[in-house]
């Protein structure tokens, strides 16, 4: 059964940084995406970025240059660093993983399998 374990997150002034993570388990795909979404009440579900087993990471154009999403030292584990946070990137942030070559930031519905979303809170 796959897992995701999402860390990090919380409340930043603007201008701020955060740094999300994600650990995934219980999956033996060949090729995956593995990345973020993130929603706010009313919306649907944004994704912000993604890498694939090929290490190369995509990002949606709101978060190009402040958002960098990266392999850790530990397996099946990634980290979202989020600089010069803005009051709009306030949301629930999930950790996503679905076992195909992402070549962009791709539709939620392409992903399987959904952490439990962790809030990010900035303000102004």
């Known amino acids: 059964q796959v897992q995701l374990m999402e860390s990090g997150g919380g409340s930043a002034q603007a201008g701020g940084s955060l740094r999300l993570s994600c650990a995934a388990s219980g999956y033996d795909y060949s090729s995956a995406c593995m990345g973020w979404f993130r929603q706010t009440p009313g919306k649907e579900r944004e994704g912000v970025a993604v890498l694939n087993t090929r290490g190369r990471a995509y990002y949606a154009d709101s978060v190009k240059g402040r958002f960098t999403i990266s392999p850790d030292s530990a397996e099946h584990t990634m980290s979202l660093q989020m600089n010069n946070l803005g009051p709009e990137d306030t949301a629930v942030y999930y950790c996503?993983?679905?076992?195909?070559?992402?070549?962009?930031?791709?539709?939620?519905?392409?992903?399987?399998?959904w952490g439990q979303g962790t809030q990010v809170t900035v303000s102004s």
């Open positions: 996503v993983l679905d076992g195909h070559t992402c070549y962009g930031v791709d539709k939620a519905g392409n992903f399987d399998h």
